[in-house]
């Protein structure tokens, strides 16, 4: 019964800088291992960063020093800020929360183009 909602997604220029967001319905995200995934055109997802338990974080070697995931429990929301963005990251961003078997929660998705 856990619903993720993500909003945030747009265009950018390279070098730019753009923060999603993935508000958690249902259930408060510090349980919860919370992840962003993107997948591009023609790729399969993959996973792009990971908040465990509210605290420790870890990143994939192509985001890491310029993507951040962090939460806010004020608004049971988490998010990634995403800086130095490259065409490269181009991508549809999805955000995930797991809890072992019981919680595989996806959010519907939000496109994020970096192009000149």
């Known amino acids: 019964q856990v619903q993720l909602v993500e909003s945030g997604g747009g265009a950018v220029q390279p070098g730019g800088s753009l923060r999603l967001s993935c508000a958690v319905i249902?259930?408060?995200?510090?349980?919860?291992?919370m992840a962003w995934y993107r997948q591009a055109l023609g790729k399969q997802r993959e996973l792009v960063a990971t908040?465990?338990?509210?605290?420790?974080?870890n990143y994939a070697d192509s985001v890491k020093g310029r993507f951040t995931i962090s939460g806010d429990k004020v608004e049971n929301t988490v998010y990634l800020e995403m800086t130095s963005l490259r065409p490269e990251d181009t991508a549809v961003y999805y955000c995930?929360?797991?809890?072992?078997?019981?919680?595989?929660?996806w959010g519907q998705g939000t496109q994020v183009t970096v192009s000149s």
């Open positions: 249902g259930s408060r995200f510090s349980p919860l291992t």
């Open positions: 995930n929360a797991k809890m072992g078997e019981i919680v595989n929660a």
């Open positions: 908040i465990v338990g509210g605290g420790t974080t």
